[in-house]
């Protein structure tokens, strides 16, 4: 690299990958900025830079860097997903063990920006069911924190005009989710849950246990009943 070496990227993915191994992250960012500015084309250095603001816990810029790939790549049904994934999850962040940890201050911002491009992953490809569980589950959750809220109320409050308006807010938000939870689920039912890999059948479940909640709600018995057994087939 010192010698301004110019006719073999691979040399600077080798040279990159020592530095992430050893921690050495500031010539782990620049051998990356440095193959970048060398190989313009070469797309693997973009996403080893995506990877090392993911590792190194550097949100703002990673999103920043997704935000860029979409808008050049506006068609791109796996880039656009990816995106509003990683939005979501920032903007939902929880810890190891999966609780949940406190909102940050932009969440709204956030939730906003992930609900524009799932429905854009979804102009792309309006079959994918990961897609309309991820959509539904943004709905779904946004419900659960208005609901905590509610719960919050004091005795004399819940039946005060703040808790009219909260109750309205989860009731329109879990309408919001149901059908991208019954498409997700309409998807993975053609599939069949024994061709599912893994990572699907959680994805799956999760959709499934989900709609049984928005079902109770609504007091639809024979729905729940229904989803129980596609739960029952999964294990």
């Known amino acids: 690299m010192d010698l301004k070496f110019e006719k073999e990227p691979a040399l600077y993915v080798l040279l990159a990958q020592q530095y992430e191994e050893r921690g050495d992250n500031a010539n ?21 830079e995506m990877i090392y603001y993911s590792k190194t816990g550097k949100t703002a810029e990673l999103l920043d860097m997704l935000e860029k790939k979409v808008a050049a790549n506006p068609t791109d049904f796996n880039a656009t997903l990816d995106y509003a994934i990683r939005v ?8 190891e063990n999966g609780s949940d940890l406190p909102k940050p201050a932009n969440y709204d911002e956030l939730m906003n920006k992930a609900e524009a491009a799932y429905k854009k992953a979804l102009e792309l490809n ?14 779904f959750n946004r419900a659960v924190v208005f609901n905590k809220e509610l719960n919050a109320l004091d005795s004399k409050s819940q039946t005060g005009p703040k808790a ?22 309409a998807v993975f039912t053609a599939k069949g849950a024994a061709n599912l890999e893994q990572g ?4 799956y479940y999760n959709c499934l246990t989900a709609l049984s909640k928005i079902y109770a709600i609504k007091s639809q018995t024979d729905k729940v009943a229904e989803v129980k057994k596609k739960l029952e087939g999964l294990q």
């Open 164 to 185: 009219k308006e909260l109750q309205g807010k989860v009731e329109a938000l879990m309408g919001q989710s149901l059908p991208y939870f019954e498409k997700a689920d």
């Open 88 to 95: 979501d999850n920032v903007a939902n962040p929880r810890s």
């Open 28 to 48: 782990w960012l620049k051998t990356i900025e440095d193959a970048k500015k060398t190989f313009p084309a070469d797309k693997r250095f973009n996403d080893m």
């Open 126 to 139: 309006a079959n994918d069911a990961t897609a309309n569980f991820q959509l539904g589950a943004l709905y």
């Open 200 to 203: 699907d059948k959680d994805t």
